[in-house]
């Protein structure tokens, strides 16, 4: 916290010196008292301005809300103080202050640092918040207060431009403190999920509610971690109970040191009586008066210790001073009398959260409550955990809420994200371990971040989550702290034997079994295994540990695993090696055992984790001193990363290889710069830039002819032809594609997995099958397949992926679907997002095509929104045609038309797939609309568009459409003269689907 005295240079000058000391004197008090009983550590205090920390050294989850509130009571202080500035004045004192959270290095201070010397851009940017601040305004940062803003009135949030940083912090102004209503509004605003699983718990709650509505009072508690959404399933249930009659009391316990006694009793009595800020309070005791009366008369006894607890006169009532322990046990008759006498008139429930937190006065308000016989109460509380106090106190019965499953937690993540990847939605759900609370902030970071961010600590910080999971921490004994800290280093997973050897606990010790008790670590999927229970939870525990110590730590597990790894690169180790070798400074082994890893992962068809090996390779070589040996391992990791990407590309690559192509330039090395232009230019294509890959592989082609490097010669021209295919330029492209065949079939080798004949075989087959030749499109197919085998692999997702488009085109759509599905099942395996994508559009636009549901339509739309953050265009014109014509068939014309201008866009970057297919679903369209205007101008449009891509398919079937046009404009003798050639293209190119509607379109005409 960072505050400052307004106008203190002007109040200097208007006030003698020991007056102005003076204040200054009563500003220092006031800044040591307030924050100290809302437990804050003044740092240091200069002239008129305060620093001061919350959470330490000890970290409280209500930290954000405690300095926050003792702000606003400093504030109100200051405002109060009105010191003399000359005879008969006095001055209007105001504060301007800031709060920000986050990680910070506390070091011993001197007379001139303060108390302590806090290191971190924290300080700093607490007082750029105090800065923004106008006279009398608190500016708290959104990361610092989190959820816990439903504390408070805010504004609604504002952008603070911060020097030095990309992005403006988000802040809330602070008004005061929110009443009852306030609170319960801003946390069913926080809670607008929709409601996903929990209906056994659901249902418990609904039998003890039949229970207590016949007249035989329930209790019951609902237990779960931080997050886990108990406030969420009683938001649920009282919703559901809306309707039913049924009264609902609601009250929540506080952890802060500013917490009141009976706390959720009075919260319960302020909204039932709708107080609100600000209202009269002899008002507002004849209303309560009023309220009870109606209520029950016999309640008028009960009617001055009710105010009293308010903190509300009774001018009727000569109640003295009693003793405390009087005037408590006086509230808790009251409060039994009333709860009492309302479940007389309806049923009600009684709902209390956070109950860990209650204070002593609360649960003999509870357990007065939890006497009433005979009356219709459900008595539900919330907590983490229920001290064995208080299960033997309320004898009330527990349901353990567990964290979501994996189906619900994806759900969760998808309804949060629409649109997301399944492979990110699985990231998430894992990182997050189920924790609602943790998808949500997951969810909520990934949205704000500019392009593909990795599943990680929330992208812009998210203090109040990190001071959540630290203050678990801290209560913990210092021995199991010192444990989790070890293990944290170690990682997510932690095997049993490392962390005996770097702890001396093994899996079986006291302290280990504790930590599994309390839902920090559980055993692993693997034996002798332990994991974290969250992703988060273990990277804010692996923060706290320091620099110095972290490394050390490293660095001895590092060697520890290499140990007792057994020889040779193939073993699981390498990844965990690269990792510790990393983050202990040593990267020379880092990029090494990376690159290990990389290969390891790419052997195995698992792309992302080679991608991710292979970039963490290259980032550890940059951290060593530069010299062309360097360089050149630089542009061979980008290669071998570049293997990784070709199948799952992402137009953030292009920066790697952009600068490879730079590296190899300034080596002067023609055989180093072709391949590294090779490589450049082959993931243009992947990212379905043609033009540019046509530039770079030219000039890599140059180079390779030069350098006699025959191999390469082979695979630029495969690409170049690749690249010519996908921009439907097909005769020079099936020159270059039947070259470089018929050398790869002529050098295969029988040992290795020939990836790059296969590949080529498919573009040509797909080449084949556009021009209506499926008959060789089919044998060329066979063939690729032969070459991969059952091996599972991404060139074999492709194959039959370009298969099932091909399919597609012929109207063979059971066979297309079928086809796609195991396209879609490989993809997924080898974890292809391209791959994987564009089989589920197949397979679902060859499902809308056999049954015509939405549901096999939105896989199409789904597929289409996957690639959309990798910002690559490759075939994606297919998509758009795909989509054009499904909701044309739906009469879903202006979604239709969208789509249908993406895919004419991408035909003006030579991806014409999808083109035709557009353009005649909207001619089709406007047709059944009337408009042959426009109809005759979408069917030219389909028609140039075929014949530029020289598709026999497309341009039988533009035909047959354009028969249908003319006969919905009853032109028949128009009609049969565009059925004529189509039917009988249809025939020629074994299209049995389309031949049969030309000819039930020929019976019409005739």
């Known amino acids: 916290m960072f ?11 208007s006030m003698e010196a020991e007056w102005y000391a003076a204040m200054l004197a009563d500003l220092r008090h006031a800044c040591t008292e307030v924050l100290g009983r809302h437990g804050g550590t003044v740092v240091r205090i200069q002239g008129d301005g305060a620093l001061a920390i ?7 989850e209500a930290d954000a809300r405690c300095a926050t509130q003792a702000v606003l009571e400093l504030h109100a202080v200051v405002r109060a103080m009105a010191p003399e500035v000359g005879t008969g004045t006095r001055a209007s004192l105001a504060l301007h202050s800031g709060i920000h959270s986050g990680l910070v290095l506390v070091d011993d201070g001197d007379l001139v640092r303060g108390r302590f010397e806090l290191l971190g851009t924290v300080p700093n940017l607490a007082a750029r918040l105090s800065d923004e601040a106008g006279r009398d305004e608190i500016l708290v940062s959104e990361e610092t207060l989190g959820p816990e803003f439903r504390y408070f009135e805010t504004s609604p949030l504002l952008y603070v431009p911060v020097k030095g940083r990309a992005e403006p912090l988000s802040a809330y102004r602070i008004l005061g403190r929110a009443g009852e209503t306030g609170r319960q509004l801003a946390r069913r605003r926080r809670g607008l999920l929709p409601f996903i699983g929990r209906g056994d718990v659901l249902e418990a709650l609904e039998q003890r509610l039949g229970q207590a509505r016949a007249g035989c009072p329930q209790s019951l508690a609902v237990l779960g971690a931080a997050g886990v959404g108990k406030t969420r399933l009683v938001e649920e249930f009282l919703a559901r109970q809306a309707a039913s009659a049924c009264r609902v009391l609601r009250g929540d316990c506080e952890s802060t040191a500013s917490a009141e006694p009976f706390q959720p009793f009075l919260q319960v009595l302020r909204a039932l009586f709708a107080l609100s800020h600000g209202q009269a309070p002899a008002q507002a005791a004849a209303e309560i008066g009023r309220r009870l009366d109606e209520i029950d008369p016999a309640l008028a006894e009960h009617r001055a210790v009710l105010l009293r607890a308010l903190s509300l006169p009774d001018p009727a009532a000569v109640f003295g001073a009693p003793p405390r322990r009087l005037v408590a046990d006086a509230l808790v008759a009251a409060l039994r009398a009333l709860v009492a006498a309302l479940a007389a008139r309806q049923p009600l429930v009684l709902a209390l959260d956070d109950w860990q937190w209650a204070d002593e006065a609360s649960r003999q308000a509870l357990t007065a409550v939890r006497s009433i016989a005979d009356r219709p109460i459900l008595v539900l509380l919330t907590a983490r955990e229920l001290a064995p106090s208080d299960r033997n106190l309320l004898g009330t019965e527990a349901l353990q809420l567990l964290p979501f499953s994996d189906a619900e937690a994806v759900q969760t993540v ?18 997050a371990g189920g924790n609602p609370l943790f998808i949500e902030e997951l969810c909520h970071s990934m949205a704000q971040a500019d392009g593909e961010h990795p599943v990680g600590r929330p992208h812009g910080g998210a203090a109040w989550l990190d001071i959540l999971i630290e203050s678990r921490l801290s209560r913990l004994p210092e021995a199991q702290i010192e444990l989790l800290r070890a293990a944290a280093v170690i990682g997510n997973v932690v095997p049993t034997w490392l962390l005996e050897l770097v702890t001396g606990c093994g899996g079986d010790h006291p302290l280990v079994r504790a930590l599994a008790e309390l839902d920090f670590i559980f055993p692993g999927e693997r034996a002798e295994t332990l994991r974290f229970k969250h992703g988060i939870t273990r990277d804010v525990i692996y923060d706290s540990v320091g620099m110095h110590e972290r490394r050390a730590m490293h660095l001895r597990i590092a060697q520890a695993i290499q140990q007792h790894r057994p020889p040779g690169d193939s073993d699981e180790s390498l990844e965990v090696l690269a990792y510790h070798y990393g983050a202990a400074g040593q990267t020379d082994l880092a990029a090494r055992f990376a690159e290990l890893a990389g290969d390891k992962a790419l052997a195995a068809s698992s792309l992302d984790r080679a991608r991710l090996q292979y970039r963490a390779a290259l980032v550890a070589l940059d951290q060593m001193p530069p010299s062309r040996e360097r360089r050149l391992y630089w542009i061979r990791l980008s290669q071998r990363l570049a293997l990784a990407c070709v199948f799952d590309a992402s137009r953030q690559d292009l920066v790697l290889f952009r600068r490879a192509v730079e590296l190899a330039d300034v080596l002067g090395d023609a055989e180093v710069q072709a391949k590294a232009l090779y490589w450049l230019a082959y993931l243009h294509y992947a990212l379905g830039e043609s033009h540019a890959c046509v530039i770079h592989g030219e000039r890599a082609l140059a180079l390779a002819r030069q350098v006699g490097d025959g191999p390469l010669e082979v695979q630029i021209c495969a690409t170049l032809g690749q690249a010519l295919a996908s921009s439907a330029d097909y005769e020079p ?24 004949l296969a590949y080529t075989l498919t573009c040509l087959a797909a080449v084949q099958g556009d021009r209506g030749d499926f008959a060789q499109a089919s044998a060329l197919f066979d063939e690729a397949l032969d070459v991969v085998r059952d091996t599972v692999h991404e060139v074999g997702a492709s194959i039959r992926g370009w298969r099932a488009a091909v399919l597609l085109w012929q109207g063979r759509w059971e066979e297309a679907r079928q086809t796609a599905a195991e396209a879609y099942r490989i993809g997924e395996q080898v974890r292809s997002l391209f791959s994987f994508s564009m089989s589920r559009a197949a397979g679902g636009y060859a499902q809308w095509m056999l049954d015509g549901s939405e549901s096999a339509l939105q896989g199409v739309v789904d597929a289409t929104a996957w690639l959309a953050p990798r910002e690559g265009g490759l075939f994606e014109s297919l998509n758009h045609g795909w989509l054009t014509d499904g909701l044309v068939g739906m009469d879903r014309v202006p979604q239709a038309r969208l789509h249908a201008a993406r895919a004419l866009q991408r035909g003006r970057q030579r991806d014409l797939l999808g083109g035709a297919m557009a353009a005649r679903a909207m001619a089709w369209a406007a047709a059944t609309k009337g408009d042959q205007a426009r109809a005759e101008r979408g069917l030219a449009q389909a028609l140039r568009v075929a014949h530029a891509r020289d598709s026999a398919h497309e341009l039988a079937v533009t035909q047959w459409t354009a028969a249908r046009v003319a006969w919905a404009f009853d032109a028949p003798a128009r009609a049969r003269q565009w059925l004529d050639p189509a039917e009988t293209a249809f025939e020629t190119m074994a299209m049995p689907w389309h031949l049969a509607q030309a000819r039930a379109l020929r019976t019409l005409i005739r």
């Open 733 to 756: 492209a099936i020159r270059l594609l039947r070259e470089a065949s018929d050398i790869k079939r002529h050098h295969r080798s029988g040992n290795r997995l020939a990836v790059g």
């Open 414 to 431: 998808q309804h949060l994200l629409p649109g997301i990847d399944p492979f990110e939605a699985v990231n998430i759900q894992r990182y």
């Open 3 to 13: 505050s400052d005295l307004c106008d203190s240079t002007r109040l200097g000058a």
């Open 54 to 60: 919350f959470g330490y050294p000890s970290t409280g």
